[in-house]
């Protein structure tokens, strides 16, 4: 990377404003109210992926800021690469996983990003031997929406590559998001690579039935298959 690459970088440094916008003020405008009258209308099952919402129930984000939260416990990356057995770096790899997983907020959606919109941003880690992991998302695809995102830590030697589809459907009292795509993380030196899959997210309670709540639900996998190594987690929602 060139040193103007780096500069470009440097200047979206995010070590202090990982949850940027989290803190924004929840709306006095009723959930159940948006749903009824935006939503009323459309077919369960229904994707709504393109379905204009009121700013009221919009995070002040674009979703492509989102995928800086994988980095809210990025010390746990450098580890990994320093680990002596195969296990012990597949376990590393399943915790930074989980670590990374972010809180949405009930109600709260993030902006659709327009095609060709990109966010940077670097992370200086604590350990100056681990230098600084760069992160770069593209939003590739608006119909349906698509975002490649690079995370590159040259320091360290490992990089991680991935696409993500969500697909968001619409079934009346829940919104089921289904986040489609792969992530693979590459170690440099020790030619390992991890492919890694995400759980679906479920924001159920729009119409006030049952509790409000936002969880994490189904399998998420991951493959190492040169150390012939998988994980299938099984996340379990209260409802």
Not at 94 to 117: A, C, D, T, V
Not at 213 to 228: A, D, T, W
Request: aromatic share 8%.
């Amino acid at each position: 990377m060139s040193e103007s690459e780096k500069n470009m970088f440097e200047s979206f440094t995010e070590e202090e404003e990982l949850l940027r916008g989290e803190d924004a003020p929840d709306s006095e405008v009723s959930v159940i109210k948006v749903v009824t009258e935006v939503l009323g209308n459309v077919k369960s099952g229904t994707d709504v992926s393109n379905i204009p919402l009121p700013a009221s129930v919009l995070d002040p984000v674009s979703s492509l800021e989102k995928s800086k939260k994988s980095m809210q416990r990025g010390e746990l990356l450098p580890r990994i690469p320093k680990m002596e057995t195969p296990e012990e770096r597949f376990l590393g790899v399943i915790r930074w996983i989980l670590s990374g997983l972010p809180k949405e907020r009930f109600g709260k959606k993030p902006y659709n990003p327009i095609l060709g919109e990109t966010f940077r941003c670097c992370f200086k880690h604590k350990d100056p031997e681990n230098g600084v992991t760069y992160l770069v998302c593209e939003q590739v695809s608006h119909h349906p929406p698509i975002t490649a995102t690079h995370l590159n830590n040259p320091s360290v030697g490992w990089e991680v590559n991935s696409v993500s589809k969500p697909e968001p459907r619409f079934y009346g009292n829940y919104v089921e998001i289904k986040l489609n795509g792969i992530s693979r993380l590459y170690l440099h030196d020790l030619d390992e690579e991890y492919h890694l899959t995400r759980p679906t997210v479920f924001q159920s309670g729009l119409l006030g039935i049952g509790t409000k709540r936002v969880e994490l639900m189904g399998l998420s996998y991951v493959v190492c298959e040169k150390n012939n190594l998988v994980a299938t987690i099984d996340f379990k929602g209260k409802s």
